[in-house]
């Protein structure tokens, strides 16, 4: 929808930027790129009869949304530079559209969009370069959601469009490996390859792209280690490898990513240790990570990660306890830990993230008393998870939120919270004043001559 919009407003554009600072009307295109584009139109869509419709379709009064124009500085000629497809108002693609190889013949083409184009025609990405010139300087190519687009990514597309900055191949059944040419494409600055059939592993040619600042290789089939080189995306602020089949440790280099804000590297076949310098990462603001056979303790450093807001961990058989350092994450709105083999007390220091509204520690082995007051119980509610944790209770005071909680009261003596609420006690220390009193009522019953056994049900 975002995406929608965005090309709406930017469709709206066009006519402005076609019709700037040019006072020497009327400029007309170059024949055989005008035939070029015709043909591209006809490849993709019905929607209009290209040729006899607009028989000069960079003229700005009479251009289709979707087609942006500029002159050319070194002729007195109108050019194409960019081509959007897929969404009203641009140009909607026909049940027949294939992948028109002659777009990269458009010699001034800096931008193409193909959003939902290819959708019942299978085809592949195919590139025809013009004879004796060469390749257009394209900025920006950007194919989405074309369920029928299948094939390989040419090497092709890799070595002739080193200018591009933006390349976009997601929600497609591209497959085959991503291969090492890819490091020729140093302009780039978001590469996203995301939702579809990528096999092999991620090339250590693609940390040579020191421009990246965006890089989604995710829900493919990758496999294999991330090379150590990617380190040096010094610049990268987006790094989404989940749902791949990467394996082995995550390489120690990671550390260097000082700019990164967002790490998602959930549903791989990651596992031991974390790199140590994880916590340098004083930008990362969430770092998902679901679904991994770790089987490791929890790490201390994600307390270092001070800007982190979600924080997700889950089935990965994390052991341990929860680090007290957890607390420290003043920002954190989610922490999803549910289904490892979590152990010991929750630390009180959660109680204190006031900005926390979803906590998740579901099926650990948790124990002791629960360190949260009613007013963060009723604060988050339903995203509250601490089900299955077979040792954890509540407060007696709190005793009225046990059953929406679905853990048990802690067996102890009213007695022993009278005027405290606020900092709730770990179950040491509940064990030692459980004692105290039984040695009391012990006392008081030899005392009093009368049935200790009574006592000792009133109060447990
Ligand atoms: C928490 O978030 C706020 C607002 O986004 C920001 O100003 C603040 O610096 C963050 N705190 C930390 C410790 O990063
Ligand atoms: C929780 O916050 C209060 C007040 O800000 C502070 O005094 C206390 O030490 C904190 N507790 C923990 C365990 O961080
Ligand atoms: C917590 O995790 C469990 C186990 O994965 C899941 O079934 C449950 O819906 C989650 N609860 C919340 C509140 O997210
Ligand atoms: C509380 O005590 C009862 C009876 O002794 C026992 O059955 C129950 O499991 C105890 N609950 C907890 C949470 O320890």
Same mark, same amino acid.
């Given at each position: 929808m975002l995406i929608f919009l965005l090309l709406i407003l930017l469709s709206c554009t066009i006519h402005h930027v076609s019709t700037t600072n040019h006072p020497q009307p009327p400029l007309t295109m170059d024949p055989s790129e005008l035939q070029t584009l015709y043909t591209i139109m006809e490849t993709l869509s019905s929607d209009r009869k290209w040729r006899t419709d607009y028989p000069n379709p960079c003229k700005p009064s009479s251009s289709w949304v979707g087609i942006e124009c500029k002159p050319g500085v070194i002729d007195s000629h109108l050019h194409v530079t960019r081509l959007d497809f897929g969404t009203t108002p641009n140009p909607i693609c026909k049940?027949?559209? /294939?992948? %028109? @190889? #002659?777009?990269? #013949?458009? %010699?001034?083409?800096q931008s193409i969009f193909f959003f939902q184009c290819f959708t019942h025609t299978k085809t592949t990405i195919s590139i025809s370069l013009p004879k004796n010139k060469s390749p257009p300087s394209l900025l920006q190519l950007s194919l989405r959601s074309?369920? /029928? !687009?299948?094939g390989s990514i040419p090497s092709q597309l890799f070595s002739a469009l080193t200018s591009l900055q933006i390349l976009t191949v997601s929600g497609s059944k591209i497959s085959g490996v991503i291969t090492p040419e890819i490091l020729n494409l140093r302009s780039l600055i978001h590469l996203d390859l995301s939702y579809n059939q990528l096999t092999g592993p991620i090339p250590d040619e693609l940390s040579d792209l020191g421009n990246l600042i965006g890089l989604d290789l995710s829900y493919n089939s990758l496999s294999g280690q +991330? $090379?150590?080189? *990617? &380190?040096?995306? &010094?610049?990268? #602020?987006k790094l989404d490898l989940s749902s791949n089949m990467l394996s082995g440790k995550i390489p120690d280099s990671i550390e260097k990513l000082s700019s990164l804000v967002f790490m998602a590297l959930s549903n791989n076949r990651f596992h031991g240790k974390l790199p140590v310098g994880l916590g340098k990462l004083k930008g990362l603001e969430y770092l998902i990570m679901d679904?991994? $056979?770790? @089987?490791?303790? !929890? $790490? /201390?450093?994600? &307390?270092?990660?001070?800007? !982190?807001q979600e924080l997700r961990l889950a089935n990965s058989g994390y052991s341990g306890e929860i680090p007290g350092s957890f607390s420290r994450l003043s920002n954190l709105t989610t922490l999803s830990l549910q289904n490892n083999r979590l152990t010991g /007390?929750?630390? +009180? &220091? *959660?109680?204190? !993230? @006031?900005? *926390?509204?979803h906590l998740n520690l579901s099926r650990n082995w948790l124990s002791g008393e629960i360190p949260f007051d009613s007013r963060f119980l009723k604060r988050l509610g339903k995203n509250l998870d601490l089900s299955e944790n077979n040792e954890l209770c509540l407060n007696p005071l709190q005793a009225i939120d046990s059953a929406k909680l679905g853990v048990g009261v802690c067996n102890r003596s009213r007695n022993a919270r009278v005027g405290d609420s606020s900092s709730p006690l770990k179950t040491s220390e509940g064990c030692v004043i459980r004692m105290h009193l039984f040695i009391v009522f012990v006392v008081l019953g030899l005392l009093e001559n009368s049935n200790i056994h009574l006592f000792y049900y009133y109060y447990y």
């Open positions: 049940n027949t559209a /294939t992948f %028109p @190889s #002659q777009i990269f #013949q458009l %010699p001034y083409l074309n369920p /029928t !687009l299948i +991330v $090379p150590r080189t *990617i &380190g040096q995306l &010094g610049m990268l #602020q679904n991994n $056979p770790m @089987s490791i303790e !929890l $790490p /201390t450093e994600f &307390g270092e990660l001070s800007k !982190l /007390t929750i630390p +009180v &220091g *959660i109680a204190n !993230l @006031s900005h *926390i509204y």
